[in-house]
């Protein structure tokens, strides 16, 4: 095959990794010093769909608009394709007699296969492909533990990991793109990602600013009023006190390697150094789910310990419903899931919350509930997502023993003593002291009279009991473990 000559372009692919700077593969192309073509590519096989749901496409619409914008101000242009990528590429590099074929890794291991398949097919065109893992901290292969194997438990994992971690330098964004002649394409308007049916999709824009810059604002933002407390505050959903990078970082419109340093520089300055390790940990939790990921497969299916695979779920698709429209019962499950749906977000702790009344209480499969998670986060992430549901019902690496149970009362009055949380997204039980708020069904006739709550009426009550589905739950537990055959 002979080599191509040097104007021959070269085309950056763009998929999770929506930003200019820190861009490996955006920057070697640049270095390549031949015209590019930008694409992204809305995916038609679902198995390598890289918008998990409806909420995480509005997303993925006001940030393909944000680096479409970027690119255009430097001299590029970014064209949108629909179409299966594996017929796409090859077909681009044949029409453009492209050189090189830039990307960077998106690190969900369905992917991998056929990322190879298409840099295979390149290789057979004449075309070179170039891949840059760029998604998390660490280096998946390479971190083992010393008998060889992938660490399990994520407390040795970040302590082998921070031993050599050294994220290189963020590299810059790219000042001018010698652009290809335009490519022709879709319109973002084409792609009906906004739907207008839903009420979220007129309330998000308040609360988002989808986009590098908006990353970038918002983490520091984040330094600025949050990261000396972040210890203190970082479990109150009643409080601004996390990052809320999560959309940013999933998208990649900030890399966790960006993070990292501007985190390390001004903990350096302010002195915040226990806050930041205590954040970056969280980063840290994030790498976690991709190297589970990358030793063990697609979690989304497949329970992390098969001993789950025997376990008693329950079909109860009423209190499902009521579960999923914040109409349970339970005040603290209640906001967490109206906030979810008026905000395309939710705090971490109250995540892990709804998660364990609807896993544990309720009794349904875990897979239910990432489901909902994926069609309704704006930050929906299939690897986190799915290690996250999975943590949080016991089959999962390093899970919380599925055991013990999240009285989602107590964990009210302890992250939201004095209720504002639940007063903002719950207004039925506003009345309420704060000693009630948390668990109406137990508060006495007079207070609930004062309220104005007729519980049945005004506001449900639970439709899981906290005992009962406690008392359901371990005894579940119990059927699995008795069908357990020891190793
Ligand atoms: C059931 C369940 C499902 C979840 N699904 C997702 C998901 O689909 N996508 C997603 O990004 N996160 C998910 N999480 C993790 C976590 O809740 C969110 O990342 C976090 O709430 C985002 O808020 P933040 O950016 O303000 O976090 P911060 O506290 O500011 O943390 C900084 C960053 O660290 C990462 N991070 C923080 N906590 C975790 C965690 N427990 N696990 C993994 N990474 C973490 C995120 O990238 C986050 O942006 C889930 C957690 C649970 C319990």
Redesign the pocket.
């Known amino acids: 095959m002979a080599t191509p000559p040097a104007t021959a372009p070269a085309l950056v692919w763009f998929r999770r990794d929506l930003r200019l700077a820190d861009n490996p593969a955006l920057y070697a192309a640049v270095q390549s010093g031949r015209p590019l073509i930008c694409v992204y590519i809305r995916e038609a096989d679902p198995a390598f769909q890289l918008s998990p749901g409806a909420a995480a496409d509005w997303w993925l619409h006001h940030s393909l608009a944000a680096l479409s914008q970027a690119l255009d101000v430097r001299g590029g242009h970014l064209t949108l394709l629909s179409g299966r990528s594996e017929s796409l590429i090859p077909e681009l590099v044949r029409r453009h007699g492209i050189a090189e074929v830039f990307w960077n890794r998106v690190d969900w291991p369905w992917m991998d296969a056929r990322d190879r398949r298409i840099a295979d097919m390149l290789k057979s065109n004449g075309a070179r492909a170039r891949a840059f893992r760029i998604a998390t901290l660490i280096d998946p292969p390479a971190l083992l533990n010393g008998s060889g194997t992938p660490y399990k438990v994520f407390s040795a994992f970040w302590r082998a990991a921070l031993k050599d971690l050294d994220p290189r330098t963020p590299l810059p964004a790219p000042d001018r793109l010698a652009a290809s002649p335009e490519t022709a394409g879709d319109t973002l308007d084409d792609w009906c990602l906004t739907p207008r049916n839903p009420d979220w999709a007129v309330r998000f824009p308040d609360r988002w600013a989808p986009g590098e810059a908006g990353a970038h604002k918002r983490l520091e933002r ?1 330094l600025a009023d949050s990261l000396s407390d972040y210890r203190n505050h ?1 479990d109150r959903p009643d409080r601004f006190g ?5 959309p940013h ?2 998208w990649g419109e900030i890399s966790a390697r960006t993070v990292w340093h501007r985190v390390q520089l001004h903990a350096e300055r302010g002195g915040h150094f226990q806050d930041a390790d205590k ?1 970056l940990a ?2 840290g ?2 790498d976690f ?1 991709y190297y589970l990921g990358h030793h063990f497969g697609d979690l989304r299916h497949t329970n992390f310990n098969r001993d789950f695979d025997r376990f008693p779920w329950r079909d109860d698709p009423e209190a499902l419903a009521a579960w999923t429209t914040g109409r349970t019962g339970v005040p603290m499950v209640d906001a967490a899931m109206r906030e979810l749906w008026a905000t395309g977000w939710m ?2 702790r109250v ?2 919350i709804v ?1 364990s009344y609807l896993v544990k209480h309720i009794g349904c499969h875990w897979r239910e ?1 990432m489901a909902w ?1 994926e069609d309704t ?1 704006v ?3 299939p690897l ?2 799915a290690a ?2 999975q ?2 019902a016991g089959s999962g690496a390093d899970a919380a023993p599925y055991f013990r149970i999240f009285n989602p009362a107590a964990q009210g009055k302890k992250f939201d003593p004095e209720g504002h949380y639940v007063r903002r997204w719950v207004p039925e039980v506003n009345g309420l002291a704060p000693r009630d708020i948390h668990a109406p069904w137990a508060a006495p006739a007079g207070e609930l009279a004062m309220a104005g709550i007729q519980l049945g009426t005004s506001y449900p009550r639970p439709v899981a009991d906290l005992k009962t589905g406690r008392e359901r739950a371990l005894e579940a537990y119990r059927t699995m473990k008795a069908e357990t055959v020891p190793d």
């Open positions: 984040f970082r996390t990052s809320r990078l999560s970082l999933g954040f969280e980063i939790w994030r789910a705090h971490n995540r892990m998660a509930g998670f986060l930050d929906a992430d986190v997502n996250s549901w943590w949080v």
